[in-house]
């Protein structure tokens, strides 16, 4: 038995650095947060080339090019390249109909989004332009996107990430819960990141690179979880990325369990495929004494949210059931477990949730069962190399889909 209370403790502290680790970023973005800046006057409207690799995007495609006619940008600097990646409706049709450049990629063997927006790069002419932007098909871009963008590369960023969020949060329960958590990661994560002078991860979409940075390095992250293994191989070459909390992008979340899990399961098995490239990006990190960079490497090896909490109500039942009463460790267990309740909250209060989002939290039982069986999954290696479109609907009205925090 004293074995077992022992592990128990070793894991309570465990999951209490993790929540100090989180907690380290969210009291810095409270406390250092700043207000939007109008980008200046003065500043070059930089050129643009737009990536949209889109498989099977037919129902969506429309959507995301309006959304890019509508941006408060000149439009004549911006160029859109759409992928139709080996396509079986008519994605490419319909984006030629729209008036974009399209590409078609015909080579089933070789599915998967790393491979498609490489395929793309070699073909694109960047001599006219200075940074490319990337986005997925099932995106709303935000008005202020480039300009936020511009700003930043007038200030000599190179790689840069803007904020991911939700444009159907009010369609389930399911996705009213995971709005939470896309204010959670952008801004008590990301934003208080970017507070402390810190480097962030790429989330797939939204994503800004300077011209030179492409030419460069190209795109050879080919896993299911390109966009991390991206992120690895960019500070691996310290290339910093800087998060940009005023250029959002808006992305369609499941609605239903059924329809997110090949997203889920593809994103925790994408974690998993990475482990030891985090492990050596620490490692490398402290020989070059570049706290950034073995920061990332931490960050990649930390469980999401939903797996900190499974873990920490499974050790809570293990400590009740199984090891003699202990007030100590029964207290250290629900501090654990009050801070990831308080993260939830203050994230609430940040996008003013309002009852719906509240009554959401009921479900959170039954969607942190079915996140426990994917991670398990991942964890045994299931599906570890498969890539599985997830499911879209139309657009709902995304008009109030806005997870910032208002009036900051």
Same mark, same amino acid.
């Given at each position: 038995?004293?074995?077992?209370?022992?592990?128990?403790?070793?894991f309570?502290?465990?999951?209490?650095?993790?929540?100090?680790?989180?907690?380290?970023?969210?009291?810095?973005?409270?406390?250092?947060? %700043?207000?939007?800046?109008?980008?200046?006057?003065?500043?070059?409207?930089?050129?643009?080339?737009?990536?949209?690799?889109?498989?099977?995007?037919?129902?969506?495609?429309?959507?995301?090019?309006?959304?890019?006619?509508?941006?408060?940008?000149?439009?004549?600097?911006?160029?859109?390249?759409?992928?139709?990646?080996?396509?079986?409706?008519?994605?490419?049709?319909?984006?030629?109909?729209?008036?974009?450049?399209?590409?078609?990629?015909?080579?089933?063997?070789?599915?998967? %989004?790393?491979?498609?927006?490489?395929?793309?790069?070699?073909?694109?002419?960047?001599?006219?332009?200075?940074?490319?932007?990337?986005?997925?098909?099932?995106?709303?871009?935000?008005?202020?996107?480039?300009?936020?963008?511009?700003?930043?590369?007038?200030?000599?960023?190179?790689?840069?990430?803007?904020?991911?969020?939700?444009?159907?949060?009010?369609?389930?329960?399911?996705?009213?819960?995971?709005?939470?958590?896309?204010?959670?990661?952008?801004?008590?994560?990301?934003?208080?990141?970017?507070?402390?002078?810190?480097?962030?991860?790429?989330?797939?979409?939204?994503?800004?690179?300077?011209?030179?940075?492409?030419?460069?390095?190209?795109? %050879?992250?080919m896993t299911?979880?390109?966009?991390?293994?991206?992120?690895?191989?960019?500070?691996?070459?310290?290339?910093?990325?800087?998060?940009v909390?005023?250029?959002?992008?808006?992305?369609?979340?499941?609605?239903?369990?059924?329809?997110?899990?090949s997203?889920?399961?593809?994103?925790?098995?994408?974690?998993?495929?990475?482990?030891?490239?985090?492990?050596?990006?620490?490692?490398?990190?402290i020989?070059?004494?570049?706290?950034?960079?073995m920061?990332?490497?931490?960050?990649?090896?930390?469980?999401?949210?939903?797996k900190?909490?499974?873990?920490?109500?499974?050790?809570?039942?293990?400590?009740?059931?199984?090891?003699?009463?202990?007030?100590?460790?029964?207290?250290?267990?629900?501090?654990?477990?009050?801070?990831?309740?308080?993260?939830?909250?203050?994230?609430?209060?940040?996008?003013?949730?309002?009852?719906?989002?509240? %009554?959401?939290?009921?479900?959170?039982?039954?969607?942190?069962?079915?996140?426990?069986?994917?991670?398990?999954?991942?964890?045994?290696?299931?599906?570890?190399?498969?890539?599985?479109?997830?499911?879209?609907?139309?657009?709902?009205?995304?008009?109030?889909?806005?997870?910032?925090?208002?009036?900051?």
């Amino acid at each position: 038995m004293s074995v077992l209370v022992g592990s128990v403790w070793v894991f309570v502290a465990f999951l209490g650095l993790v929540c100090t680790y989180r907690a380290t970023f969210a009291i810095s973005y409270l406390l250092f947060r %700043k207000r939007a800046l109008t980008a200046p006057s003065s500043a070059t409207d930089c050129r643009f080339a737009i990536v949209i690799p889109a498989h099977d995007e037919e129902l969506l495609i429309g959507d995301i090019l309006g959304s890019l006619s509508r941006v408060d940008y000149p439009l004549e600097n911006l160029r859109v390249h759409v992928l139709a990646d080996n396509c079986t409706d008519e994605t490419a049709e319909r984006a030629r109909e729209l008036g974009v450049i399209v590409f078609e990629r015909d080579e089933p063997q070789k599915r998967g %989004k790393g491979q498609a927006i490489a395929w793309l790069l070699e073909r694109l002419d960047l001599d006219e332009i200075d940074a490319v932007a990337f986005f997925d098909a099932d995106n709303l871009v935000d008005p202020e996107f480039f300009g936020a963008m511009n700003r930043e590369l007038a200030d000599g960023r190179r790689c840069l990430q803007g904020y991911y969020g939700i444009s159907n949060p009010n369609e389930s329960a399911m996705t009213r819960l995971l709005s939470i958590t896309y204010v959670m990661k952008n801004l008590l994560f990301n934003a208080g990141k970017s507070s402390l002078g810190l480097s962030v991860s790429l989330m797939g979409t939204g994503m800004v690179f300077r011209r030179d940075v492409i030419e460069r390095y190209g795109w %050879k992250s080919m896993t299911i979880g390109e966009d991390l293994e991206q992120t690895l191989q960019l500070h691996e070459s310290s290339e910093f990325i800087q998060f940009v909390p005023d250029a959002l992008t808006l992305a369609q979340e499941a609605s239903t369990l059924s329809q997110g899990y090949s997203q889920r399961q593809r994103w925790a098995s994408g974690r998993r495929v990475l482990v030891g490239a985090a492990r050596s990006a620490i490692v490398r990190g402290i020989r070059n004494a570049s706290l950034w960079q073995m920061e990332l490497g931490v960050e990649l090896l930390m469980p999401g949210y939903s797996k900190l909490l499974n873990w920490t109500l499974a050790t809570a039942v293990v400590s009740l059931i199984f090891v003699e009463r202990s007030p100590a460790l029964t207290l250290a267990v629900l501090f654990v477990l009050i801070y990831q309740m308080f993260e939830v909250l203050l994230a609430m209060r940040l996008m003013r949730a309002g009852l719906r989002t509240l %009554k959401s939290l009921m479900f959170a039982p039954v969607f942190l069962v079915w996140k426990a069986a994917i991670d398990i999954l991942a964890t045994v290696g299931h599906r570890r190399d498969a890539w599985v479109r997830t499911e879209r609907a139309a657009h709902p009205d995304a008009s109030d889909a806005s997870p910032r925090e208002k009036g900051k």
